[in-house]
């Protein structure tokens, strides 16, 4: 069983930065896509980015140009870095795996999830 493990949330003022980071138990295996995920209180859990192991990314609309995914390889942590923080991206961020090789922005599209860190961003 993979266990995912999330890090570095946090309390931030609007306009700063947090970077998160994700990292699976043991190897994934060559082709994979690990992807963030946030639910803020009352509201569903919606897709944020995702990176494929062969560096592809996603990102939803309202953080393109402020988020950025990033992993070196496949034995090092994903990372999220945010930056530009908005009150609106204070939710639970949630980090997901699954060994398919296409990017999916739909949350029953992965396997193993992490226990979820909390980012609360104040105006």
């Known amino acids: 069983q993979v266990q995912v493990v999330e890090s570095g949330g946090g309390l931030v003022q609007a306009g700063a930065s947090l970077r998160l980071s994700c990292a699976a138990s043991?190897?994934?295996?060559?082709?994979?896509?690990m992807a963030w995920f946030r639910q803020a209180p009352g509201k569903e859990r919606e897709f944020v980015s995702a990176v494929s192991s062969s560096g592809a990314t996603d990102y939803v609309d309202s953080v393109k140009g402020r988020f950025t995914i990033s992993r070196d390889n496949a034995e090092n942590p994903v990372y999220l870095q945010m930056n530009s923080l908005k009150p609106d991206d204070t939710a639970v961020y949630y980090c997901?795996?699954?060994?398919?090789?296409?990017?999916?922005?739909?949350?029953?599209?992965?396997?193993?999830w992490g226990q979820g860190t909390q980012v609360t961003v104040s105006s």
């Open positions: 997901a795996l699954t060994n398919s090789a296409i990017l999916n922005r739909r949350a029953i599209a992965y396997d193993y």
């Open positions: 043991r190897h994934t295996g060559s082709t994979y896509v």
